[in-house]
Nanobody, 119 residues
Framework: QVQVVESGGGLVQPGGSLRLSCAAS????????MRWYRQAPGKQRELVAG????????DYGDSVKGRFNASRDNSKNTLYLQMNSRIPEDTAVYYC????????????WGQGTQVTVSS
């Protein structure tokens, strides 16, 4: 089992910033893709941002383009999400997804971290 733990969530005012961290641990040879998703109340889970292992490709959801930035540190098996210019619509549970494995890659999900944007 690969453990995925998100941290850094909390309550911020509109326009504020937060940085989320996603740390993966367990038995795997390498981590491939790492992605951030979020799910707001009553809505489907959506892709926020993701990176490939080589760092040459980063995707962002349309709703967060220009405001959020994802990065990763492969030596620490950690994915980050810098969230700027927060708006109330960003309120959601943010989940980290890690594609990793010893041979065949397998997706793993974290438990999620709550982010609330409110004055």
């Amino acid at each position: 089992q690969v453990q995925v733990v998100e941290s850094g969530g909390g309550l911020v005012q509109p326009g504020g910033s937060l940085r989320l961290s996603c740390a993966a641990s367990g038995s795997f040879s390498r981590i491939f893709d790492m992605r951030w998703y979020r799910q707001a109340p009553g809505k489907q889970r959506e892709l926020v941002a993701g990176t490939t292992r080589g760092g040459g490709s980063t995707d962002y959801g349309d709703s967060v383009k220009g405001r959020f930035n994802a990065s990763r540190d492969n030596s620490k098996n950690t994915l980050y999400l810098q969230m700027n210019s927060r708006i109330p619509e960003d309120t959601a549970v943010y989940y980290c997804n890690v594609l990793a494995g010893l041979g065949v890659a397998t997706p793993y999900w974290g438990q999620g971290t709550q982010v609330t944007v409110s004055s």
